[in-house]
């Protein structure tokens, strides 16, 4: 690993500084705060111990794909010489200066567990006025802390806090963001977008989109301009507001959503259509697969009687749906499992795939699709690093698909997905193989597919089982089992989320009538069986704030969807327990 990371920094000693030289950093102690700093993700912090000198200091700390780096712009000269330095604390800490016109340079230590000086020196280019200094640690180590960041050469020309920024519109409103853009501003370096008074987002350019909004909600928008000398005064206020969405939601009120082993047999035994509780709202057939990984060619075989003794002839199979609709249930086709890879790495392949579900929904009647992707049909390639726009061949494909049998069946269409933790929630830390690659291209890979059908999606159900520990919005690791880990998961996608910790690509919330809570029925349905108390406990903290333990959710939602477990089986193989928990449960 030091072979590695001094490949990413050199050492350097600086000769001292002439005579002539001036101090040109401005809040180089943080005895202000982190005025002037910008940190990603808001990964630092001003603290007031340990310190160096004076009364502050500066202390980051790196999680998932963030490295805490914390910077600031400072005026130079052209064609000058100029001395960086910074007393540091902690593990593999850097030090370093970008935008020099020449050599950009940087510096670093491996271990420094008391205060240890960090010196460069560089040289900018001849049209260079301005240069960036920052510092930052190493993906996965602890907090660093630096104090008294000094650069030391020819004062350049004192720059002059930007106007405020002019031509502030809003554009392209969905359910759950708002676009703007803006005149540029002579001076500026960069822009900070204001939602409600509050700071939304810093970018460089004259337009963002502001995510994690609410559907059918007024915001206020201001805009202000930065550079090396502060902050211009805010724009004039625009106000806009998010559209209503359209999701079809599910039958009025709370649900219960749950699989039906429809096309094979296991320990749970066969359960029959006509057979299916009435606890259950929505039924998922399980399952539609592929005649090959690629083909996108779906089928779907009700359970032969040579395999599932007590099955029921096909048309009493159908008549039963029929009967279930009548009583305003949902039956849906699900597609995919842990034994159904399917990759549309084609357009021919995605047109397969449209063809055959929409011949499944039409021969039975279905009320539309669970998506349940598992295993290895959804990677995203090496260079596909923003959820908002995928390029990778099988997620667009995708999405295109899904997009064209909503389009097809219209409003009443029900569209779910049940993606596992390691393909939402994971995307927190890490996004595909990263912007080095080397990680697991699966990290996230459900979110550009959610993200692209927010406005269609009825129910999203994460499986909160056969996952490992997952980081929550607390910057903390969750296990599944208990109602901490179901709690966590949940805020996450009610809350909204930086995507590999980056605030300028937000996930945006979803609203809570579309999310229910994926557990599994009892201890043989799979790892990370929730007991009937616990479950309570997380309806009680997402639904009314109350027994949420250690974790502070962000918000309560009464109008949260309900529960989704695999499966109906093998609750009713477990006495009902499952259902009958869900059927007691006070919602109000």
């Not at 992707?373 to 995708?398: K, W």
């Not at 007991?531 to 250690?550: F, H, I, R």
Request: glycine share 12%; hydrophobic share 35%; charged share 15%.
């Amino acid at each position: 690993m030091t072979a590695a990371l001094a490949a990413a920094g050199l050492f350097a000693v600086a000769p001292s500084a002439r005579a002539a030289d001036t101090e040109l950093m401005t809040n180089g102690g943080f005895e202000s705060g982190l005025s002037g700093w910008s940190c990603t993700a808001g990964s630092g912090a001003a603290v007031s111990s340990p310190v160096h000198s004076g009364s502050g200091a500066l202390r980051a700390t790196p999680a998932g794909s963030d490295n805490a780096q914390c910077s600031r712009s400072v005026t130079v000269q052209p064609n000058s010489t100029y001395t960086l330095s910074s007393w540091v604390q902690g593990s593999y800490v850097y030090l370093g200066a970008s935008g020099t016109g020449t050599t950009d340079v940087s510096t670093w230590t491996q271990n420094a567990p008391s205060w240890q000086q960090l010196k460069t020196t560089f040289k900018t280019g001849a049209s260079t006025t301005s240069v960036t200094v920052y510092t930052h640690g190493w993906y996965g180590t602890p907090a660093y802390t630096a104090d008294d960041v000094s650069l030391l050469g020819p004062g350049g020309a004192p720059a002059q806090t930007p106007a405020a920024p002019t031509g502030l519109t809003a554009s392209g409103a969905t359910s759950s963001s708002i676009g703007l853009s803006w005149s540029p501003v002579s001076g500026a370096t960069g822009y900070t977008v204001y939602r409600d008074g509050a700071k939304s987002a810093s970018v460089s350019g004259t337009s963002a989109t502001v995510s994690a909004l609410a559907p059918s909600t007024s915001y206020a928008f201001q805009v202000t301009a930065t550079n090396a000398a502060g902050e211009s005064p805010k724009s004039a206020t625009v106000t806009a507001a998010t559209t209503a969405g359209g999701g079809t939601p599910p039958p009025s009120g709370h649900a219960l959503v749950g699989y039906l082993h429809a096309s094979f047999a296991n320990g749970a035994g066969y359960t029959r259509m006509a057979d299916v509780p009435d606890s259950w709202d929505i039924i998922d057939l399980a399952f539609g697969e592929p005649t090959s990984v690629t083909s996108g060619d779906i089928r779907f075989t009700p359970c032969p009687v040579s395999e599932c003794p007590t099955a029921e002839p096909v048309a009493d199979f159908k008549a039963a749906i029929r009967a279930k609709q009548a009583a305003g249930k949902k039956v849906l086709i699900s597609i995919g499992g842990q034994n159904g890879q399917v990759q549309l790495t084609t357009t021919a392949a995605r047109d397969t795939f449209v063809a055959s579900v929409s011949k499944i929904i039409d021969e039975y009647g279905l009320d539309g699709l669970d998506v349940d992707f598992e295993g290895h049909s959804l990677t995203l390639n090496t260079g596909d690093t923003d959820f908002r726009n995928p390029t990778t061949p099988v997620v667009v494909n995708l999405i295109d698909a899904l997009k064209t049998l909503k389009a097809k069946y219209g409003a009443k269409f029900v569209l779910t997905m049940a993606p596992e933790t390691f393909y939402v929630q994971m995307g927190y830390q890490y996004y595909g193989s990263g912007p080095w690659g080397g990680q697991d291209p699966r990290c996230g890979d459900y979110l550009p597919v959610i993200y692209a059908l927010r406005d269609a999606l009825t129910l999203l159900h994460v499986q909160d089982y056969n996952s490992g520990s997952i980081m929550g919005l607390d910057n903390q690791y969750h296990s599944m089992g208990g109602a901490d880990f179901h709690i966590a998961m949940t805020d996450m996608l009610l809350t909204g989320f930086p995507v590999a910790g980056d605030t300028s690509r937000m996930f945006p919330a979803l609203r809570p009538d579309q999310f229910a809570i994926g557990l599994p029925a009892s201890t043989q349905a799979g790892n990370g069986w929730t007991s009937p108390a616990e479950v309570t406990k997380t309806l009680d903290c997402l639904t009314k704030k109350v027994n949420c333990g250690s974790y502070q959710t962000h918000g309560s939602w009464p109008g949260l969807r309900g529960l989704m477990t695999w499966s109906i089986n093998w609750d009713r193989f477990n006495g009902g327990e499952f259902s009958k928990n869900f059927d007691a449960y006070p919602w109000s």
